[in-house]
């Protein structure tokens, strides 16, 4: 079965940083675009970041300068790095990746910044 399997959530204070991963079984993740959102209690789940196979990598603008989404295809994986963090960057952050059978989501891990 394919899985993505998170870690590096936690509490952290305001302006600290925190690294997330995004672990693909039985999928390379180096072959798909993955992306990372977030979602908060009673909101839509939002888009936060991507990383395709080939090309740019995509941002939401209000994260710009502060969070690097990465790939180590040695370990076949996808991270993201949050630095100078804010409270409002508090959210279930879930990695995401799709082919053309299917798409997957990870089980989701919790971020709170605290003030």
């Known amino acids: 079965q394919v899985q993505l399997e998170e870690s590096g959530g936690g509490l952290v204070q305001a302006g600290g940083s925190l690294t997330l991963s995004c672990v693909g079984s039985r999928i390379d993740l180096t072959l798909t675009t993955t992306d990372w959102y977030r979602q908060v209690p009673g909101k839509q789940r939002e888009f936060v970041a991507s990383i395709p196979a080939s090309g740019s990598t995509n941002y939401l603008e209000s994260v710009l300068g502060r969070f690097t989404i990465s790939r180590d295809s040695a370990k076949n994986a996808v991270y993201l790095h949050m630095s100078s963090l804010k409270p409002e960057d508090t959210a279930v952050y879930y990695c995401?990746?799709?082919?053309?059978?299917?798409?997957?989501w990870g089980q989701g891990t919790q971020v709170t910044v605290s003030s």
């Open positions: 995401h990746t799709a082919t053309w059978k299917a798409e997957y």
